[in-house]
């Protein structure tokens, strides 16, 4: 949490402007999970540093600009057709891999939940821009889901931080959080899998 520590006494000393910034690049390297960092943001905005409103908004402008960059680099390599072969044990080989299996299981869906797990909110936007699909739909469907997405963790963030006076117990209820959040997630998708099986059985 110390890294986490020190990005939050950047954006105290610098604003709005370092929100962006922080925010935009930590999707990508932050070394704790993005739903602590947007509860950290929501926090912020409780107190004199950040104004709620703003804060909200500049923080999804940056999970846009997450979104769009990869959407971006995967149509690059899409036009250079494909990741190299001599890239293979890439992460952006991995991540676009991952993200083809998704699509072509789901389709468009898998765009609509991709944001609420770690690894998938990455692979998505980069694959369908490898896939060509038009970024308006990309948009619609994608960010609608990253605003859900964002809103349920910054609010979670800004509740905390209306209510708890030191980083201490944040940092403590987010970890409670985040466990309860990974269990109903876990208990969702066995249950899942249990009714695939069953209707498997029945045919």
Same mark, same amino acid.
């Given at each position: 949490?110390?890294?986490?520590?020190?990005?939050?006494?950047?954006?105290?000393?610098?604003? =709005?402007?370092?929100? /962006?910034?922080?925010? &935009? %690049?930590?999707?990508? #390297?932050?070394?704790?999970?993005?739903?602590?960092? $947007?509860?950290?943001?929501?926090?912020?905005?409780?107190?004199?540093?950040?104004?709620?409103?703003?804060?909200?908004?500049?923080?999804?402008?940056?999970?846009l600009?997450?979104?769009?960059?990869?959407?971006?680099?995967?149509?690059?390599?899409?036009?250079?057709?494909?990741?190299?072969?001599?890239?293979k044990?890439?992460?952006?080989?991995?991540?676009?891999?991952?993200?083809?299996?998704?699509?072509?299981?789901?389709?468009?869906?898998?765009?609509?939940?991709? =944001?609420?797990?770690? /690894?998938?909110?990455? &692979? %998505?936007?980069?694959? #369908?821009?490898?896939?060509?699909?038009?970024?308006? $739909?990309?948009?619609?469907?994608?960010?609608?889901?990253?605003?859900?997405?964002?809103?349920?963790?910054?609010?979670?963030?800004?509740?905390?931080?209306?209510?708890?006076?030191?980083?201490?117990?944040?940092?403590?209820?987010?970890?409670?959080?985040?466990?309860?959040?990974?269990?109903?997630?876990?208990?969702?998708?066995?249950?899942?899998?249990?009714?695939?099986?069953?209707?498997?059985?029945?045919?």
């Open positions: 949490m110390d890294d986490l520590m020190f990005f939050v006494d950047i954006i105290r000393q610098h604003g =709005y402007i370092a929100l /962006f910034l922080i925010t &935009a %690049v930590g999707l990508f #390297i932050f070394p704790v999970p993005n739903e602590v960092l $947007l509860m950290s943001v929501g926090l912020l905005a409780t107190t004199k540093y950040l104004d709620p409103i703003p804060t909200f908004f500049i923080l999804f402008s940056s999970i600009c997450h979104g769009t960059i990869l959407y971006v680099i995967g149509s690059v390599v899409s036009k250079r057709k494909g990741l190299s072969t001599k890239k044990s890439s992460i952006w080989h991995t991540r676009a891999e991952k993200g083809k299996e998704l699509l072509d299981k789901y389709g468009l869906k898998a765009v609509s939940f991709s =944001y609420f797990f770690p /690894f998938i909110r990455h &692979a %998505v936007p980069f694959s #369908i821009g490898i896939s060509k699909v038009p970024f308006h $739909l990309f948009v619609l469907v994608g960010f609608s889901s990253a605003f859900v997405w964002m809103s349920i963790y910054f609010f979670i963030g800004f509740y905390y931080g209306r209510t708890i006076n030191d980083w201490e117990s944040f940092v403590i209820q987010i970890i409670y959080t985040l466990i309860v959040v990974a269990s109903i997630i876990v208990i969702f998708q066995l249950w899942k899998r249990r009714r695939q099986k069953q209707k498997r059985y029945e045919h």
